[in-house]
C-alpha cells in the first residue's frame, strides 16, 4: 500500500509514524504541508492508495479529501475537537486523554471515526507526554486505521455526542488568559499544571524584574521556600521561583518580542535574565546522588542498586550545552569511581540526546567559538565512555537521539532502546561532517558502507530497523515504565553474571588494539578538522542553518528522499 504522510513538520511524532509504516512494508513518502498547490502536485505524482496527516495544523484542500481518503491523527478523545488538546488535558488535571484517527470532512475534528487509543496522564510536562504516552497511542491507533483501510470492509463510526463513550468537546484555543499565573495566590500545584501544559510552545507569558518573558517547563521544589514570586534561587542556569506553598524551578525563557523589535528565542533561564537577576540570588547545587532521592529539579541524577549504577539525566530538547556536558562528564567519572560492576546511562523516560545545544550557541557573544567548545566537551564526555575498561556501560534509549547524541550512546558497550525510539544518525541537515568519533563508533558497529548511507541519506531509524542493522543490540517493549522494569531486569542479571569479567577483560583487549591500530586522538582531529572548517570558513552553511532552527524561520528540514 502506498501511503502517503502530510505534516506541518517533520516532527517526532511524523518520523515515529513513518519508521512505524516502513517497517510494515508499506511504501510511504512524506510531504510537509508548504501549500496547497504543492500538496497537491506530490499527490498526483506519488499517487497514494492512503493519506495519513501525523501533525497538522492547517487544512487539507476540499478537492483532496474528497478523492482520497485522509486520515488526522488528533491528539484526544473521541469527540474532542480545536487546537489546543493536550494544553487542556493537562491544565485540567485529566488522569486518561485519548488519540483519535479521523476522516478529513469539511468541519475541523469532526470526521468519522477510523481508531480511537487511550492513554494515560502523569505529572508531566506536554511535550514529554506528547513524545511518549500519546505517541505510542497515536501509533498504535494510526497502525490501527491503516489496517482497517486496508482490509477495505471496515466503516468508520460517525461521530455522534450521544454515544456514551464520545466524551470530547470542542474546545477554545488555550490562550494566555488561561495559562496566567498568579504568584500570590496559585498553589504549587496549580503553577505546575499551568506550567506544564504550555512547556514546550507557546509557554507561560509571566513577568520578572519589569520585563515579560514567556515561560518554558516547570519543576517541583521539596525544600526551598519564599515570597511569593520572588526568585529565592539558582541551579545550573534554572530559577526556583516560590510560590504560597512552595517554590518551582523555572529551566528556560524566552523574552517576549517588543513590536519592530527582533525575534527572541528560548534561552536557559539566568542567561535570559541576564544583568536583571540581582547578583545575590543564591546558587543552590544539588548532587546527583542526592537529587536522585529528592523531588527537585536536577538534570542529572545518580543511583545504585546491586552491582548496578544508574546515571540519568534530562535536557530540554534533548540539547547539551557546553556547561552540561562538562557537568555530565564530572557526574560520569564520579559514578565510574563507585564498586559498582555495570553502569546504565541514560533518561528516566524522554530524549537520550540531540547533539549541541544550538540556542544557547546562537546566544553566545562568538557562536562560531561556543560551537566549538559545546563540541569539544561533547567528544571529552564521548572518549571518557569509550576508554571505561573497567565497568559495563549500557546506553538506554527510552526516547529519541539524534546527530551527536546518537553518536553519545554508541559509545557504550551496549545500546538497549525502548520500540518507541527514533535515532537520527546523521549531521547533514545541520550542514555539519560530524564528531563525536562517529567515525570509529558507527563503522564498527553497522560497516563502512552502511555508515556512509546513514549519514549521507539522513534516514531516521525506528529502534526494531536500528536493531537490525547494529546500531542498537537489544529492543525493549512497553511503555517508559515497563521499559525501565526491563532494563533493571536485564542490567542486573548481567552485573551478576559470573561471566562478566571474562568480558571486561575482552572489552580491554579490544580497546588495546583499536588504540594501536588508530588512536582515538587521531579520530577526533580528523573529524574536529572538518568540524572546524564547518564553524569557522566563510561559506559553509551551518550558521544560516543553525539561526533557521532556533528562530523558526523555516519548518524542520525532511530529507528530499522521503518526498520522493
Same mark, same amino acid.
Given at each position: 500500500?502506498?501511503?502517503?504522510?502530510?505534516?506541518?513538520?517533520?516532527?517526532?511524532?511524523?518520523?515515529?509514524?513513518?519508521?512505524?509504516?516502513?517497517?510494515?512494508?508499506?511504501?510511504?513518502?512524506?510531504?510537509?504541508?508548504?501549500?496547497?498547490?504543492?500538496?497537491?502536485?506530490?499527490?498526483?505524482?506519488?499517487?497514494?492508495?492512503?493519506?495519513?496527516?501525523?501533525?497538522?495544523?492547517?487544512?487539507?484542500?476540499?478537492?483532496?479529501?474528497?478523492?482520497?481518503?485522509?486520515?488526522?491523527?488528533?491528539?484526544?478523545?473521541?469527540?474532542?475537537?480545536?487546537?489546543?488538546?493536550?494544553?487542556?488535558?493537562?491544565?485540567?488535571?485529566?488522569?486518561?486523554?485519548?488519540?483519535?484517527?479521523?476522516?478529513?470532512?469539511?468541519?475541523?475534528?469532526?470526521?468519522?471515526?477510523?481508531?480511537?487509543?487511550?492513554?494515560?496522564?502523569?505529572?508531566?510536562?506536554?511535550?514529554?507526554?506528547?513524545?511518549?504516552?500519546?505517541?505510542?497511542?497515536?501509533?498504535?491507533?494510526?497502525?490501527?486505521?491503516?489496517?482497517?483501510?486496508?482490509?477495505?470492509?471496515?466503516?468508520?463510526?460517525?461521530?455522534?455526542?450521544?454515544?456514551?463513550?464520545?466524551?470530547?468537546?470542542?474546545?477554545?484555543?488555550?490562550?494566555?488568559?488561561?495559562?496566567?499565573?498568579?504568584?500570590?495566590?496559585?498553589?504549587?500545584?496549580?503553577?505546575?499544571?499551568?506550567?506544564?501544559?504550555?512547556?514546550?510552545?507557546?509557554?507561560?507569558?509571566?513577568?520578572?524584574?519589569?520585563?515579560?518573558?514567556?515561560?518554558?517547563?516547570?519543576?517541583?521544589?521539596?525544600?526551598?521556600?519564599?515570597?511569593?514570586?520572588?526568585?529565592?534561587?539558582?541551579?545550573?542556569?534554572?530559577?526556583?521561583?516560590?510560590?504560597?506553598?512552595?517554590?518551582?524551578?523555572?529551566?528556560?525563557?524566552?523574552?517576549?518580542?517588543?513590536?519592530?523589535?527582533?525575534?527572541?528565542?528560548?534561552?536557559?533561564?539566568?542567561?535570559?535574565?541576564?544583568?536583571?537577576?540581582?547578583?545575590?540570588?543564591?546558587?543552590?547545587?544539588?548532587?546527583?546522588?542526592?537529587?536522585?532521592?529528592?523531588?527537585?529539579?536536577?538534570?542529572?541524577?545518580?543511583?545504585?542498586?546491586?552491582?548496578?549504577?544508574?546515571?540519568?539525566?534530562?535536557?530540554?530538547?534533548?540539547?547539551?550545552?557546553?556547561?552540561?556536558?562538562?557537568?555530565?562528564?564530572?557526574?560520569?567519572?564520579?559514578?565510574? %569511581? &563507585?564498586? @559498582? $560492576?555495570?553502569?546504565?546511562?541514560?533518561? +528516566?523516560?524522554?530524549?537520550?540526546?540531540? /547533539?549541541?545545544?544550538?540556542? =544557547?550557541?546562537?546566544?553566545?557573544?562568538?557562536?562560531?567559538?561556543?560551537?566549538?567548545?559545546?563540541?569539544?566537551?561533547?567528544?571529552?564526555?564521548?572518549?571518557?565512555?569509550?576508554?571505561?575498561?573497567?565497568?559495563?556501560?549500557?546506553?538506554?534509549?527510552?526516547?529519541?537521539?539524534?546527530?551527536?547524541?546518537?553518536?553519545?550512546?554508541?559509545?557504550?558497550?551496549?545500546?538497549?532502546?525502548?520500540?518507541?525510539?527514533?535515532?537520527?544518525?546523521?549531521?547533514?541537515?545541520?550542514?555539519?561532517?560530524?564528531?563525536?568519533?562517529?567515525?570509529?563508533?558507527?563503522?564498527?558497529?553497522?560497516?563502512?558502507?552502511?555508515? %556512509? &548511507?546513514? @549519514? $549521507?541519506?539522513?534516514?531516521?531509524?525506528? +529502534?526494531?530497523?536500528?536493531?537490525?542493522? /547494529?546500531?542498537?543490540?537489544? =529492543?525493549?517493549?512497553?511503555?517508559?515504565?515497563?521499559?525501565?522494569?526491563?532494563?533493571?531486569?536485564?542490567?542486573?542479571?548481567?552485573?551478576?553474571?559470573?561471566?562478566?569479567?571474562?568480558?571486561?577483560?575482552?572489552?580491554?583487549?579490544?580497546?588495546?588494539?583499536?588504540?594501536?591500530?588508530?588512536?582515538?586522538?587521531?579520530?577526533?582531529?580528523?573529524?574536529?578538522?572538518?568540524?572546524?572548517?564547518?564553524?569557522?570558513?566563510?561559506?559553509?552553511?551551518?550558521?544560516?542553518?543553525?539561526?533557521?532552527?532556533?528562530?523558526?524561520?523555516?519548518?524542520?528540514?525532511?530529507?528530499?528522499?522521503?518526498?520522493?
Amino acid at each position: 500500500m502506498r501511503v502517503l504522510l502530510v505534516a506541518s513538520a517533520f516532527n517526532s511524532l511524523t518520523q515515529r509514524v513513518h519508521t512505524e509504516l516502513r517497517y510494515r512494508g508499506y511504501e510511504v513518502a512524506v510531504e510537509l504541508a508548504l501549500g496547497d498547490e504543492l500538496l497537491r502536485a506530490r499527490v498526483a505524482v506519488f499517487r497514494p492508495d492512503l493519506i495519513v496527516a501525523p501533525m497538522l495544523t492547517t487544512a487539507v484542500p476540499e478537492d483532496i479529501w474528497t478523492e482520497h481518503t485522509v486520515l488526522i491523527v488528533h491528539p484526544g478523545p473521541k469527540g474532542d475537537r480545536g487546537p489546543s488538546s493536550l494544553d487542556w488535558a493537562i491544565s485540567e488535571g485529566a488522569s486518561e486523554w485519548g488519540v483519535t484517527v479521523l476522516q478529513a470532512v469539511e468541519e475541523m475534528d469532526a470526521g468519522p471515526i477510523w481508531a480511537s487509543v487511550p492513554f494515560p496522564v502523569p505529572a508531566c510536562g506536554k511535550s514529554e507526554l506528547y513524545r511518549n504516552e500519546m505517541s505510542d497511542a497515536a501509533v498504535a491507533a494510526v497502525l490501527l486505521a491503516v489496517e482497517r483501510f486496508g482490509a477495505g470492509d471496515f466503516v468508520p463510526e460517525p461521530l455522534d455526542y450521544d454515544r456514551p463513550d464520545v466524551r470530547g468537546r470542542l474546545r477554545p484555543y488555550h490562550s494566555q488568559q488561561y495559562r496566567r499565573i498568579d504568584w500570590t495566590t496559585d498553589s504549587t500545584a496549580e503553577v505546575l499544571r499551568k506550567l506544564r501544559a504550555a512547556d514546550s510552545q507557546p509557554g507561560v507569558l509571566d513577568e520578572l524584574y519589569g520585563r515579560e518573558y514567556f515561560v518554558h517547563g516547570g519543576h517541583h521544589e521539596d525544600r526551598l521556600r519564599g515570597e511569593p514570586g520572588a526568585v529565592i534561587a539558582t541551579r545550573d542556569g534554572a530559577i526556583c521561583r516560590a510560590t504560597v506553598d512552595g517554590a518551582v524551578w523555572l529551566p528556560q525563557l524566552r523574552r517576549r518580542r517588543t513590536p519592530g523589535g527582533p525575534a527572541t528565542f528560548k534561552r536557559p533561564a539566568v542567561a535570559a535574565l541576564g544583568a536583571d537577576l540581582p547578583p545575590a540570588t543564591p546558587e543552590v547545587p544539588v548532587s546527583a546522588a542526592a537529587a536522585a532521592v529528592r523531588d527537585t529539579w536536577s538534570e542529572v541524577r545518580y543511583r545504585e542498586e546491586g552491582s548496578v549504577g544508574y546515571l540519568e539525566f534530562a535536557y530540554a530538547g534533548g540539547a547539551m550545552s557546553t556547561a552540561q556536558c562538562r557537568r555530565l562528564l564530572a557526574a560520569y567519572r564520579e559514578a565510574c %569511581a &563507585r564498586p @559498582t $560492576r555495570a553502569l546504565v546511562f541514560g533518561p +528516566a523516560r524522554d530524549f537520550f540526546s540531540n /547533539g549541541i545545544h544550538l540556542h =544557547v550557541i546562537e546566544s553566545a557573544e562568538d557562536p562560531a567559538r561556543e560551537s566549538w567548545h559545546n563540541i569539544n566537551a561533547m567528544n571529552d564526555l564521548v572518549e571518557a565512555i569509550l576508554t571505561t575498561t573497567d565497568k559495563l556501560v549500557i546506553s538506554t534509549l527510552p526516547g529519541n537521539a539524534a546527530a551527536g547524541g546518537v553518536m553519545l550512546a554508541l559509545a557504550a558497550d551496549e545500546v538497549w532502546a525502548r520500540a518507541a525510539a527514533v535515532l537520527n544518525p546523521h549531521y547533514r541537515l545541520m550542514g555539519l561532517y560530524g564528531s563525536e568519533y562517529w567515525t570509529y563508533s558507527l563503522p564498527r558497529r553497522v560497516g563502512a558502507a552502511e555508515a %556512509a &548511507r546513514l @549519514t $549521507r541519506e539522513t534516514l531516521p531509524v525506528g +529502534a526494531k530497523a536500528a536493531a537490525d542493522l /547494529g546500531l542498537v543490540d537489544r =529492543v525493549g517493549s512497553g511503555d517508559t515504565a515497563e521499559f525501565a522494569a526491563w532494563v533493571r531486569r536485564e542490567a542486573e542479571a548481567l552485573a551478576d553474571s559470573p561471566e562478566l569479567e571474562n568480558r571486561l577483560t575482552a572489552k580491554k583487549q579490544v580497546r588495546e588494539a583499536d588504540e594501536a591500530a588508530k588512536p582515538l586522538a587521531e579520530y577526533r582531529a580528523e573529524e574536529l578538522a572538518q568540524m572546524r572548517r564547518n564553524f569557522f570558513e566563510e561559506g559553509e552553511p551551518y550558521h544560516e542553518l543553525r539561526r533557521n532552527f532556533v528562530y523558526g524561520v523555516v519548518p524542520p528540514a525532511t530529507p528530499a528522499y522521503l518526498g520522493s
